[in-house]
């Protein structure tokens, strides 16, 4: 359950940074797709409880990470590194709560 | 210190708008949560949170330095926790609290500066 949720969250929060990266030249897309993301962001909250959704939407961050990699050609530098690390580790462990309950 | 004060003075609007951003994406995420997916008066209050959240942010980014207003949204990391157990009830662990302090320290690493 916890993987499906974090896949979802994945998916919608994807989305939600195109939303931010397109929103001068693509801004009815991302509308949409923010609007999309909002629908997956209600149904998973329907399925899991809000304290380990609303935080797990920080996935996003990886996804802007490496849409602005490849896309930006942003630069990687150890500090992102780390803080990309940090987030992993914390949406994991917010999974594992899943588990447990 | 003098730093900490001074980045306050330049940017507290943003600071200010963005506290309110996450404050109105948590609770528009809690209005969600209690309309249970169905269309509701619930679900059309949480759209309206959520998208004054949105705005705000955008604005609050017009109002301060990126690197300061953005590791501010994982405010609402710690709003989730007073909303979740104090008017959701929703019991929560210590995998939770380690978690979201996980995550903040992450969302700081990042959006901390770019130098």
Not at chain 1, 9 to 20: A, E, R, V, W
Not at chain 1, 25 to 48: E, P
Not at chain 1, 57 to 70: K, N, P
Not at chain 2, 62 to 67: L, N, T
Request: glycine content about 10%; aromatic content about 16%; hydrophobic content about 55%.
């Amino acid at each position: 359950m916890g993987s499906v949720a974090s896949f979802f969250i994945k998916k919608s929060t994807l989305t939600g940074n195109i939303f931010s990266v397109l929103k001068s030249n693509y801004l009815y897309i991302g509308c949409g797709l923010y609007f999309l993301s909002a629908l997956l962001n209600i149904y998973l909250l329907k399925v899991l409880p809000y304290t380990v959704v609303l935080p797990l939407t920080s996935i996003t961050y990886i996804w802007s990470f490496i849409i602005a990699y490849i896309y930006l050609k942003e630069k990687i530098t150890y500090r992102k590194i780390v803080g990309i690390s940090f987030i992993i580790l914390g949406a994991l462990v917010l999974s594992l709560v899943q588990g447990v309950a | 210190m003098e730093n900490i004060i001074n980045s306050f003075k330049q940017n507290y609007k943003g600071i200010i708008l963005i506290t309110l951003a996450s404050l109105c994406t948590s609770f528009g995420q809690m209005f969600w949560k209690l309309s249970e997916g169905e269309i509701s008066l619930h679900l059309i209050v949480g759209f309206v949170f959520y998208g004054i959240g949105a705005i705000l942010m955008i604005v609050a980014f017009r109002f301060g330095a990126f690197s300061v207003i953005h590791p501010m949204l994982c405010l609402s990391y710690i709003f989730v926790i007073f909303i979740g157990v104090f008017i959701i009830g929703e019991t929560i662990n210590a995998f939770t609290v380690v978690g979201i302090l996980f995550i903040m320290i992450g969302v700081v690493f990042i959006g901390g500066g770019d130098d």
